[in-house]
């Protein structure tokens, strides 16, 4: 069975730091790594996902995810954060022959003025 | 404006009261799916349905219904709802007939059984 760890509940960042939200996996096969962005009384946005191919995922807003196959990672990047960044944000995996998503319990994200 | 439409936003209900919400999207997607959201949980799939007339259980079944007779439609059947089911919901449809294109949310409906 598939499933995915956001280590941590929380995580606060100045406004223009970098940013990091870690994802760990674990899948059998090769995965299907996504992230997205959940604001406040919305649905969840797709911000980038990783099929195959170059290891750093380049997405919406600026955001970035390195997929790491030895240490089963898939951390969620942006090089300078914005306090509009600040949202939940899910990862969620899949075996390739699968059918369904597996969502992290999420991460939020707090860039503080 | 290419979305995914819930319907209601909010609903305070009784147990044992049955209920449906409704979901339509309007980009001709084959794949959709329902989720709850609760704190600490994450997301979890509670059907999904790869085309018409194809639904299939996802991680959290119990207690819901589902159906799928037209492309754009996939209402969420609660016949007999039970305060464990008071949670955040969300519809989501993507493009093909499994979850490896992005998925486009609902705004979700937000369900409290008293």
């Known amino acids: 069975a598939q499933s995915v760890a956001q280590p941590e509940d929380q995580v606060n960042v100045a406004e223009g730091n970098p940013l990091t939200v870690k994802c760990t996996y674990s899948?059998?096969?090769?995965?299907?790594l996504f992230w997205y962005v959940q604001y406040p009384n919305r649905g969840l946005q797709f911000l980038l996902k990783y099929i195959t191919g170059d290891n750093l995922v380049k997405g919406s807003y600026g955001f970035e995810a390195e997929f790491n196959k030895s240490q089963t990672s898939f951390h969620l990047k942006k090089p300078s954060a914005l306090v509009s960044d600040s949202a939940l944000y899910f990862c969620a995996v899949k075996p390739g022959s699968a059918r369904q998503l597996t969502f992290g319990s999420g991460t939020q994200l707090t860039v503080l003025p | 404006e290419a979305q995914v439409t819930q319907n209601p936003r909010y609903l305070i209900t009784v147990t044992g009261k049955k209920l449906t919400v409704t979901c339509s999207q309007n980009?001709?997607?084959?794949?959709m799916s329902w989720y709850r959201q609760d704190p600490g949980l994450g997301l979890r799939q509670i059907y999904y349905?790869?085309?018409?007339?194809?639904?299939d259980k996802g991680d959290v079944p119990e207690g819901y219904k589902v159906s799928r007779k037209e492309k754009r439609n996939f209402p969420l059947i609660l016949e007999s709802p039970s305060p464990n089911q008071t949670s955040l919901y969300f519809c989501?449809?993507?493009?093909?007939?499994?979850?490896?294109?992005?998925?486009?949310f609902g705004d979700g409906t937000r369900l409290s059984i008293l």
């Open positions: 989501a449809s993507s493009k093909g007939t499994d979850s490896n294109q992005p998925q486009h």
């Open positions: 899948v059998s096969g090769n995965p299907y």
């Open positions: 349905s790869m085309n018409v007339e194809v639904t």
């Open positions: 980009m001709n997607h084959e794949y």
